[in-house]
């Protein structure tokens, strides 16, 4: 039978090394024993983007990106997105299991009950220009949250563990709603605890001036879906720094707002704006053509195509079509979406993006979503941040109840000048 080990012969010194396989990886620590010399600190790995390091396990959410898999907890996305709903699969995410009837009802309630957020926070909101970009405010709320509940900082209490939780969960919203109006220079709405956890968010959003406002049914159940899809998506660039943040035992209002910062980077969670902005340059279906021969010759980017983890077309890409589909019907037809369907028809078409596993991912249709909606480009980002933080927040209760998680602190490979003396200000070229 086979052994679970890699064997390394080193070429400097002739020596070779046994290292034990596990789950497909190898122990970075079990390398530093590979040395020239004694006076050698020993082997290290060089992966800039950490594109081939598994910095954790986690039981969370399982991507098979060369077939186009997306499983939370075991359960494929399709199902969720279908049966489902948005504080269901929270809870299933945070806690590991699908919750009966009595504690979803619990979790409900505990939530509605939690999504006030205090005056400071408000006036904080509306202290910012009226034209600060909406994540900006978001992340510098949400970070604000650590001032206003100073005992976060007991991580290790579990009873406050779970109440910091129902809190970031409740609260996320009211402040994305809050940023939104503040934006918008309209009186801000309070949350309604006699409406779901998104009809309360819709109504917050959009109520003008109606006694008894409706959140419509279709783009509730969208939001549903929407806020499925983007919970968790693995050790992503900021579910990492999450982890990052989290590993030093800071509060984890502050964990929340690093990982809403990089989160906000064009890179990450800002794509579906980029989306939306390269649709809107494009302008007509009939300039697709042009349009994607000036991507081949290097000349411009298709946004929202491509993926680093999944190298077939994105499963959450199948599900938001067949919604935004559904939200059109209500809101009326969108010309942006001629232009992405257009787009989407042609790219796949062609070996150039076929051949580079450059197929649509969850922002090419997100941000057409939340333009039929009428939310501006800028709040898309914050409209991401929402629902992720429910899997920020379970990468972090998981990584505090590893044993085996420690301070993030990685190595780097020093490239600078070598030992020199310090040269005198007068004696300098």
Known sequence: MAKETLT?????????YEIPIQMGTIRAMDLRQIK???????????DPGLTNTASTKSAITFIEGDKGILHYRGYPIEQLAEHSTFLETAYLVIYGELPTRQELAAWEFEIAHHSMVHTNIQNLIQAFRYDAHPMSVFISSVASLST????????????????????????VPTIAAYTY??????????????????????????RMTEVHFEPHPVLERALNVLFMLHVDHEQNCSTTV???????QADPYSALAGAAAALYGPLHGAANEAVLRMLEQIGSPENVPAFIEKVKRGEGRLMG?????????DPRCRIIKKTAEAVFEVTGHNKLLDVALELEKAALADDYFVSRSLYPNVDFYSGLIYRAMNLPANLFTVMFAVPRTVGWIAQWVEMLKDPEQKLARPRQVYIGRELRPYVSLDKRG
């Open 8 to 16: 390394i012969t080193d070429n400097r010194t002739g020596q070779s």
């Open 36 to 46: 020239a010399n004694e006076g050698d600190f020993g082997l290290m790995t060089y």
């Open 148 to 171: 206003l509940y100073p005992e976060a900082r007991n991580i290790t209490d579990p009873e406050l563990m779970r109440l910091q939780i129902v809190r970031m969960i409740a609260k």
């Open 181 to 206: 109006r503040h934006n918008q220079g309209w009186p801000i709405n309070r949350p309604d605890d006699g409406l779901s956890y998104l009809g309360s968010f819709l109504r917050m959003m959009f």
């Open 242 to 248: 999450m982890r990052t943040i989290g590993s030093s």
């Open 305 to 313: 195509f491509g993926h680093r983890i999944y190298k077939n077309y």
